[in-house]
């Protein structure tokens, strides 16, 4: 695949990130507060939207490693804090017990938060 394909492929998907990691957020606290909204889609959308930054990541990472393109450092900074916020949520999910929906309902939408501030820093 070629360098401008990528790139493309690149914005498109920002926006996938980031209106999916919004929806995910705001469905997982709307059914933190409503039982009955609970169940097997908030966990399908968290996967969904974070697996979505995951590859945004990966994308990120082979554009830049074509010599040709330079990315802003902030750009990759918030990529980098992202990439970090998947891992870090999943490692304390077990200390969540109770409040999880709550927890990814939080870390949905500071990851549509920080796919935001990396936009606007291109």
Known sequence: M??????SLHRVFA????VGNGVA???????WRVRALRGPLVWALAIAA???LLIQVTLGVILVSDETIVAP??????????FL???LAY????SMR???EMFYGIVGLFLMGVGIRAMLQV
Do not use: P
């Open 25 to 31: 957020g705001a469905y997982a606290l709307l059914s």
């Open 98 to 100: 109770g409040r999880l």
């Open 15 to 18: 926006w996938i990130t980031i």
């Open 85 to 87: 916020t998947v891992g």
């Open 2 to 7: 070629d360098t401008d394909t990528l790139l």
């Open 91 to 94: 490692s304390y999910r077990i």
């Open 50 to 52: 974070e697996t979505a």
């Open 73 to 82: 450092r902030f750009h990759m900074f918030y990529g980098f804090v992202g």
